[in-house]
């Protein structure tokens, strides 16, 4: 809103897809072909459509998930009922490739697709900045789209305004490198970065989100908004550069492979660093593409016990359920125990000599629903007859939608798009 | 000494594979994280936890190390049963690990 409001933007990206989130609204359109779109794309553009045509701020996002053109219909209908316009909306369309996949095709982590469990429900191929491209150069105020690469997002816009050639995999790289910075919006401002006495970071209550000022080069300023919280520095950019990497020398992305091991970061002024010294080489010519599973069911107890003896009695408590569960054993595909404050994440228990409080914690992959909703009724069970004291059992069951990963040809994948227009 | 002394770190995840990044507060002691913070400290350190290889980057310009550990993630962030299924925390688990800079030659 802020930035829409006074940042003097050309442009404005959300980021809003996770890995998996496309697979979950996959189900959502086979419910209602209208959905299968973020559930907050009305929410947040509403927010900031009235600040973004008033300015001039051109829209660039993946709210479309599953369904980028029922998206684009609802932007317009929000549009309308502002009272905006006029304003050309395109969907990007193009990245669901299920019908292409088959069952042989080699997984990334390994196998083929169809000896990987559970039902293939998704397969979205990473499209890259080359439709949003041609989006802008046909006049696009709004653009949305399911399943692009995150810095695509952001590299779109450099391209179409600087008129980078096809082939400058050296400014792709560099703008690739601005686009990974910006593409977790806070997180390159100071937010998911403090350490109290370590790395300390005021106001993270009211987080400027960053923006980048990008010159004809790809060199920018990321920085953030005067009076907000937060704050950018080499250090915090450095571990935004680093976030999701694998091989620096080989950032692999549908327009570019990145280079990032001679990017420099220098501190221009407070709260502002410039970037510069990203490059590139050619782009794959494969396509990564990620597939969505329906993979049985996902079942969670947990129960809290404290005071005196509290790890003892909470290791009863699983103790009793492993041994009840046991009856469930053709339908637990995967069974978790754990000891939250002591073992759930670190794995290897270290004994605490006076651990005051601790919770139990049961999870468990089913292949039904029923036997994933028996993982937290026999914690709750506990009330009556597990050890004594124990207090605020909670339960869930949820579908799991594993992701998996394939590559597919660049161009047995043909990006389409399709306008909507406010009048 | 121990790493979060000189250094901060970051943890990425994608499928069953986590990165961490470890990044020297100062250039000076990037040396010392070379040659301290090996894939096998970090395996070992994590112990129970990375299953698979561990692979290391170096960008010594950023003073920075990134870590590639494979099958460290439970099967997979959408699958794991971990209550962190990204393994966000692995990277403030490792700043627990312990460096000392090796003596003589």
Redesign the interface.
């Known amino acids: 809103m802020a930035l829409a409001e006074h940042g003097k933007l050309g442009y404005l990206v959300f980021e809003c897809l996770a890995?998996?989130t496309i697979a979950l609204a996959v189900r959502a359109k086979r419910d209602d072909p209208e959905k299968g779109y973020d559930p907050l794309l009305q929410e947040r553009l509403s927010a900031v459509l009235p600040a973004a045509t008033a300015n001039k701020v051109k829209i660039i996002s993946n709210m479309g998930a599953a369904n980028p053109v029922a998206a684009a219909r609802a932007a317009a209908t929000i549009a309308g009922k502002l009272g905006l316009g006029p304003l050309k909306i395109a969907a990007i369309t193009g990245d669901d490739v299920l019908a292409e996949i088959s069952g042989a095709n080699p997984l990334?982590?390994g196998g083929t697709v169809a000896e990987w469990p559970g039902e293939l429900i998704a397969a979205n191929a990473y499209l890259g900045a080359e439709p949003i491209v041609q989006a802008l150069a046909e006049g696009a105020d709004i653009i949305l789209t399911g399943r692009v690469a995150d810095p695509s997002l952001f590299l779109a816009p450099m391209i179409h305004e600087f008129g980078w050639p096809a082939d400058d995999w050296q400014r792709f790289g560099q703008g690739t490198v601005v686009g990974h910075l910006l593409e977790c919006a806070g997180q390159v401002s100071g937010g998911?970065f403090a350490?109290p006495g370590?790395?300390d970071v005021p106001g993270l209550a009211n987080l400027g989100f960053p923006f980048a000022d990008v010159d004809a080069n790809g060199q920018a300023i990321i920085s953030k908004l005067p009076g907000s919280g937060g704050c950018i520095t080499t250090?915090t950019c450095?571990?935004?550069?680093?976030?999701?990497?694998?091989?620096?020398?080989a950032y692999l992305t549908p327009d570019v492979t990145a280079d990032?091991?001679?990017?420099?970061?220098e501190e221009r002024a407070p709260d502002q660093v410039a970037v510069s010294g990203g490059s590139g080489t050619a782009r794959p010519e494969q396509l990564k593409v990620t597939l969505g599973y329906h993979?049985g069911y996902?079942g969670e107890g947990q129960i809290s016990y404290a005071g005196p003896g509290c790890v003892p009695r909470a290791n009863l408590a699983l103790s009793i359920v492993e041994e009840r569960l046991k009856r469930l054993a053709g339908e637990i595909i995967?069974?978790?125990l754990?000891l939250?404050g002591v073992n759930?994440?670190?794995?290897?228990a270290r004994p605490l000599a006076e651990q005051t409080e601790v919770r139990a914690?049961i999870?468990?992959?089913t292949r039904t629903p029923q036997a994933a909703a028996w993982i937290g009724r026999e914690v709750e069970a506990l009330y009556t007859n597990g050890p004594a004291g124990g207090g605020g059992v909670t339960q869930s069951v949820r579908p799991?939608?594993?992701?998996?990963?394939t590559s597919i040809a660049r161009e047995r994948v043909t990006p389409r798009i399709h306008w909507e227009i406010v009048s | 000494m121990k790493l979060?002394d000189i250094a901060?770190t970051?943890s990425?995840?994608?499928?069953?594979?986590s990165?961490i990044?470890v990044?020297a507060?100062r250039l000076e002691d990037f040396a010392l994280l070379q040659q301290t913070v090996t894939p096998d400290a970090v395996k070992a350190h994590?112990?129970?936890?990375v299953k698979g290889e561990v692979t290391r980057?170096e960008?010594p310009?950023?003073?920075?190390l990134?870590f590639?550990m494979d099958r460290a993630l439970g099967g997979?962030?959408?699958?794991s049963?971990?209550?962190?299924a990204h393994g966000k925390?692995l990277a403030?688990?490792l700043l627990d690990l312990e460096i000392s800079p090796r003596t003589g030659g």
Do not use: M, W
């Open positions: 890995e998996r990334l982590e998911y350490d370590f790395k250090a450095k571990e935004q550069l680093l976030y999701e990497l694998h091989d620096p020398s990032f091991r001679n990017v420099r970061l993979e996902f995967e069974l978790r754990d939250i759930a994440i670190a794995s290897i914690r999870a468990a992959r799991v939608v594993a992701a998996a990963s | 979060r901060h970051r990425g995840d994608k499928g069953d594979i990165n990044s990044i507060y994590l112990q129970g936890i980057h960008l310009s950023l003073g920075a990134n590639v997979g962030v959408t699958r049963l971990a209550l962190d925390c403030a688990l």
